[in-house]
């Protein structure tokens, strides 16, 4: 058996040329599965999508399913929260939106809602970066939603940031499951998500067994790389690197996927990008950097990554 060594001070920490090549392709997978999941949510219905990305997922990591004796009660929580929750928010508020861009940048604000509960409930003190931060984060995105061309996407912004708050209060309890490895929570967020979201999309979406019968090759490519790319790749890449190197090492990188998703949403959907979007967008992801560092500092559980979509 081999003991994953602790990692060293972030000042004297460099990424090998492989671990790093592993990190810029999962900030670039989760950067255009923006693409992915925009192109398949237009096709498939929201609560569909939900429940077919969990659904794949779960052929793939059912035999990690086990019963945690001890753990059971926080572990479900934190997957209903994150599942049938966190990421139907996410798609519904995609499914709406015009732009894609705007939403990009407001699914950071896992990192900055986390750090808000933890002070409200688990008593963190919230000291002046911390509360800076704070400020540049949701300051960015309400200066950056007052924007004439984003207005009108006001009820998905609203929608994704309410995804990001759900996330964060689920991963409040996901921090206290102890034991249970990311393919074990993996397959329960699947099951949970998968029933919840089937039961919810045969009962409050029109003919969803109709729309899977009709749906395009590039929905169902779509659908692929939001499977494989973000969940299978993305997420055992990104904890694979967690284990190796520290948060404060890896945070400025985290920042590449919103960028990246901003980026294709501007030339593959044609999205707008105005000053104020852009203003917004790096107060906003300034933000989120300082309160990923800090906290990277403070505990070794990462709040940073936070894949909404």
């Known amino acids: 058996m081999s003991a994953v060594a602790p990692p060293l001070a972030v000042g004297a920490q460099r990424f090998e040329a492989s671990h790093l090549t592993l990190l810029l392709l999962v900030q670039t997978i989760w950067g255009v ?17 939900t429940a077919l990305r969990f659904g794949l997922l779960l052929l793939v990591v059912w035999p990690f399913l086990r019963w945690h004796p001890g753990q059971m009660r926080n572990l479900l929580i934190g997957c209903v929260l994150t599942g049938p929750f966190s990421f139907a928010t996410g798609f519904i508020g995609l499914a ?5 861009a705007p939403l990009a940048v ?4 896992g990192a900055p809602f986390a750090t808000l509960l933890s002070a409200i409930f688990l008593g963190d003190r919230i000291g002046p970066w911390r509360g800076s ?3 540049l984060s949701f300051g960015g995105v309400a200066f950056m939603g007052f924007d004439p061309g984003i207005l009108a996407d006001a009820p998905a912004l609203l929608l994704t940031a309410l995804s990001a708050l759900l996330w964060a209060i ?3 309890f996901m921090r206290r499951v102890r034991g249970v490895g990311a393919y074990g929570t993996q397959a329960w967020l699947s099951l949970i998500t998968f029933a919840t979201m089937l039961g919810s999309s045969l009962i409050f979406e029109s003919n969803p067994v109709g729309v899977i019968e009709h749906a395009s090759w590039w929905a169902w490519v779509s659908l692929a790389n939001i499977v494989i790319g973000a969940s ?3 997420h055992t890449g990104f904890f694979w690197l967690l284990q190796r190197y520290p948060i404060p090492l890896m945070a400025p990188f985290l920042l590449l996927s919103p960028v990246i998703g901003v980026m294709m ?5 044609g999205d707008p990008l105005t000053w104020r979007m852009i203003v917004g967008g790096v107060l906003a992801l300034a933000g989120v950097l300082i309160i990923t560092i800090r906290e990277g500092r403070r505990r070794p559980a990462p709040i940073a990554a936070a894949e909404v979509v």
């Open 106 to 109: 407001a699914s950071n604000l």
């Open 232 to 234: 299978l790749i993305g």
């Open 96 to 100: 709406i939106a015009k732009d894609v």
């Open 133 to 135: 931060a704070l400020v």
């Open 265 to 269: 949403g501007v030339l593959w959907f």
């Open 170 to 172: 689920a991963a409040i």
């Open 33 to 49: 599965n923006w693409i992915a999941s925009r192109s398949a949510v237009i096709e498939f219905n929201p609560l569909l999508l």
